[in-house]
Nanobody
Framework: VQLVESGGGLVQAGGSLRLSCVVS?????????ITWFRQVPGKEREGVST???????TRHAESVKGRFTISRYNENTVYLSMNNLKPEDAAVYYC????????????????????WGQGTQVTVSS
């Protein structure tokens, strides 16, 4: 299983970015959960948005609701569209995948995810 993220970069506050996560080795027709996490130095890695492939269910952290959208582009790619970016959104964003069933309230538990990408840096200037 391999996850490859792309799309990070530098953007001004109020701007937009779209992150991509290309997943190989997992079948989205089964129970696959793709979650974007983010981490800044000295802080815990936190869940941002989840896409559950079997049901299409999504979850977004309160801090990004109304600004971020997670979506499936094709059979192995998930997007995180980020609008109205704020300086506090700056972080390294990681794509993670799990292939065992979990409940909605577990989506942001990083211990549930077996597969991780290398991360992509998002920088937001004020």
């Amino acid at each position: 299983v391999q996850l490859v993220e792309s799309g990070g970069g530098l953007v001004q506050a109020g701007g937009s970015l779209r992150l991509s996560c290309v997943v190989s080795g997992l079948n989205f027709e089964h129970y696959v959960y793709i979650t974007w996490f983010r981490q800044v130095p000295g802080k815990e890695r936190e869940g941002v948005s989840t896409f559950a492939s079997r049901t299409g269910r999504t979850r977004h952290a309160e801090s990004v609701k109304g600004r971020f959208t997670i979506s499936r582009y094709n059979e192995n790619t998930v997007y995180l569209s980020m609008n109205n970016l704020k300086p506090e959104d700056a972080a390294v964003y990681y794509c993670a995948a799990a292939d065992s069933s979990m409940s909605w309230n577990q989506f942001f538990e990083k211990e549930k995810y077996q597969y991780w990408g290398q991360g992509t840096q998002v920088t937001v200037s004020s």
